[in-house]
């Protein structure tokens, strides 16, 4: 017969398992999408393996609909997440061109707790970079040479497991599905967007790689830029740059990235000359914008504009010393000149000597330097992301070791004072020579004034 005994040993299991799914319901209350798998995930941490079982029995059913979300996102890069249960989250109304940087991003209360960081940054970037493709690069091909089905097929066959095991069947699916769309999106962007051609040119133009062209442009340039700003024109300037561009090597570049090669005026302000004002420009569309953002095109002329200034000091104490060369030969004979003309030499060439110290340090301890592990590291990039803070690690590394950054004001003020003094000194020495030709040639026609008059004497 029945005993209350064998009642409670009847019932002994039932209520244990009652028991535990009272728990479970109350520590649900109010959860949805990851949030509930990440509460019902804790209670696998009882060390109870009938308490386990059930609760991962749940967690299998309960982690369905975010499974369902996660290879839509990491197959087909779409986000058909109306509840808000998903931990990526998009905005649909981020533009195109901010697509990458600011449409997408994990929203963290809905991150399970058996999902690491890592690996949910990793699931972002695979869905980001197959809509990237899709939307900003217009490509439709297939990603990785496999086709939908044959994908499902794959995911049918994967257990659901939790937990951050690297070597599960969900991570070796997220792996192949990573490694797959970052190396098609880094193929669209190097081929058909000529990433890296853009990025040789910026450093060429922007950054004064291209020698010969910077040099010629600027002695086309230096009659129109001694003048005040107010009177430079675009369009005149803008020739003046295609001709420079057809008289140097520039002209065998490709002809897409001589298109985008254009000049801007910088805000003028009072007393400014066309050499304050003048700036490069270049003209980044499409994908790459990702890469060369406004922000980062604003800090390549930041640069610019401080290598234009530097090569314009090299530059002038160029011309100076020509001056000194040929114009001596005038004014030689007069000796009470001597001094002020050794001055005007040795002062000359320790202002040579020192912009030519900074150049050398610039272009090729800051620069060239920076220039390698930039190269490098794109090379190694597995990702779009890793290419982009390559990018700008490498601009933040120029922009400090040149001096632009904020720990350098002291510096950059200091060292701007020193170019002005160098102008300065220019605008001297040529007053100086002007003045003593002017008195060359009074004195000589002095002379030959009274050799006249005491011929006539005679």
Not at 104 to 117: E, N, Q
Not at 118 to 141: P, T, V, Y
Not at 244 to 266: C, G, K, M, S, Y
């Amino acid at each position: 017969g029945m005993t209350l005994r064998r009642l409670v040993v009847w019932t002994a299991d039932p209520m244990r398992r009652l028991r535990t799914l009272a728990s479970v319901v109350d520590s649900c209350q109010g959860l949805k999408g990851g949030a509930l798998c990440s509460a019902i995930h804790a209670h696998l941490r009882c060390g109870d393996p009938f308490d386990v079982a059930l609760v991962r029995g749940i967690l299998n059913q309960v982690a369905r609909p975010v499974r369902c979300l996660l290879d839509q996102w990491i197959y087909e890069g779409e986000l058909r997440d109306n509840n808000d249960e998903f931990f990526v989250s998009g905005d649909d109304g981020v533009a195109e061109d901010k697509l990458w940087r600011e449409k997408y991003a994990i929203r963290k209360p809905m991150l399970p707790s058996f999902v690491p960081h890592e690996l949910a940054e990793k699931i972002l970037l695979i869905g980001k970079s197959i809509d990237f493709i899709r939307r900003a690069c217009r490509d439709r091909s297939p990603i990785g040479g496999s086709s939908r089905e044959s994908k499902d097929d794959a995911v049918a066959t994967i257990e659901l497991t939790f937990g951050d095991v690297p070597g599960s069947p969900l991570h070796q699916s997220i792996d192949l599905a990573y490694r797959e769309t970052s190396k098609r999106l880094l193929e669209i962007l190097y081929t058909k967007y000529n990433f890296l051609g853009h990025l040789k040119a910026m450093r060429r133009y922007l950054l004064m790689g291209q020698g010969d062209f910077i040099r010629h442009l600027m002695d086309l340039l230096e009659p129109e830029l001694e003048q005040d700003a107010k009177h430079l024109y675009l369009h005149n300037l803008t020739g003046t740059l295609e001709s420079a561009v057809r008289a140097t090597n520039a002209q065998f570049d490709d002809p897409d990235i001589l298109e985008r090669l254009d000049v801007r005026l910088l805000e003028l302000s009072a007393g400014d000359t066309g050499w304050d004002v003048f700036s490069l420009d270049y003209h980044v569309d499409g994908p790459i914008q990702t890469v060369f953002t406004h922000d980062t095109v604003r800090r390549y002329l930041r640069i610019f504009n401080f290598l234009w200034r530097a090569k314009r000091m090299e530059h002038g104490l160029a011309s100076v010393w020509k001056s000194q060369t040929s114009r001596t030969r005038e004014i030689r004979w007069m000796t009470e000149l001597s001094e002020v003309l050794h001055l005007c030499y040795t002062l000359g060439a320790s202002m040579m000597n020192f912009v030519n110290q900074m150049q050398y340090y610039i272009t090729f301890e800051v620069l060239e330097c920076g220039w390698a592990e930039l190269e490098k590291a794109v090379g190694q990039a597995n990702d779009l992301d890793q290419v982009i803070a390559a990018h700008d690690t490498f601009l933040d590394d120029v922009t400090n070791r040149a001096l632009l950054g904020p720990q350098s004001t002291t510096l950059l003020r200091q060292l701007r004072t020193i170019f002005d003094l160098i102008v300065q000194y220019q605008r001297a020495q040529e007053d100086v020579f002007t003045a003593a030709a002017t008195e060359a040639e009074r004195r000589c026609g002095n002379a030959s004034n009274q050799v006249g008059f005491q011929e006539v004497w005679k």
